[in-house]
Each structure stands twice: as C-alpha cells, then as structure tokens.
C-alpha cells in the first residue's frame, strides 16, 4: 500500500510560480503529477522514475514545470514557473508500486495509487 499526502496549492497571478509537494510512503517505482480542470480528462503533466530518475514532461508544462524527488524525505516536488491560466486544475499526485506497462507512463491507467489531489488556481 502506498500513500500519498500533496500540499501545496494556492492561488497565483499569471507569470507566477508555485510548488507542490507530495510525500509518498511504500515503495513506488514511478511518481507522477496529473491535473484535471473542470469538464476536462485527468492529464499527465510530468513523471519521474524512482530508481533511475528518468524524467518525462507533457508538452503542454515543458520548460515550464520541473520534477524531481528527495529520496531521503520520500517527496516528489513539481515546481511550476510562468504559470499560465490554462494551468489551472486540480492536481494529483500518483504512484505506482509494479514495473513498466505497455501503457504510458503519463495515462492515468499506469497508476494504482493516487493522492486527494490540491487546487491550483492561475487569473489572467
């Protein structure tokens, strides 16, 4: 069993940054932000391999958000800079405890753990 607690969220202007954090108990082999707005499908924005470290970015948040892990805290941060309206959703943080699937890493479909998820709120 993995759990997952996120904090973070907030309300910025556009131009602004924030960052989330999600500490993760249980072993995991990938961590992952997703969003999901309003009336909209739940979206991979970013992951990270726990054991290699290897990255992926949607191109959407590309040179835009950043990933990364503190092994020792069991953390996984998503530092988002030039926020943009279109950002706003609200964020999830996922893991998964089993290896690679054929499926991609940004679908939803290869997570099994997920956290409550924190509001992320950008105005023009």
């Known amino acids: 069993q993995v759990q997952l607690v996120e904090s973070g969220g907030g309300s910025v202007q556009a131009g602004g940054s924030l960052r989330l954090s999600c500490v993760a108990s249980?072993?995991?082999?990938?961590l992952a932000w997703f969003r999901q707005a309003p009336g909209k499908e739940r979206e991979g924005v970013a992951r990270?391999?726990?054991?290699?470290?290897?990255?992926r970015y949607a191109d959407s948040v590309k040179d835009r958000f950043t990933i990364s892990q503190d092994n020792a805290k069991n953390t996984v941060y998503l530092q988002m800079n030039s926020l943009k309206p279109e950002d706003t959703a609200m964020y999830y943080c996922?893991?998964?405890?089993?290896?690679?699937?054929?499926?991609?890493?940004?679908?939803?479909?290869?997570?099994?753990?997920w956290g409550q998820g924190t509001q992320v709120t950008v105005s023009s």
């Open positions: 996922a893991a998964a405890s089993t290896g690679l699937t054929g499926v991609s890493t940004l679908s939803p479909l290869a997570y099994n753990y």
């Open positions: 249980g072993v995991t082999t990938r």
């Open positions: 990270i391999l726990t054991n290699s470290g290897n990255i």
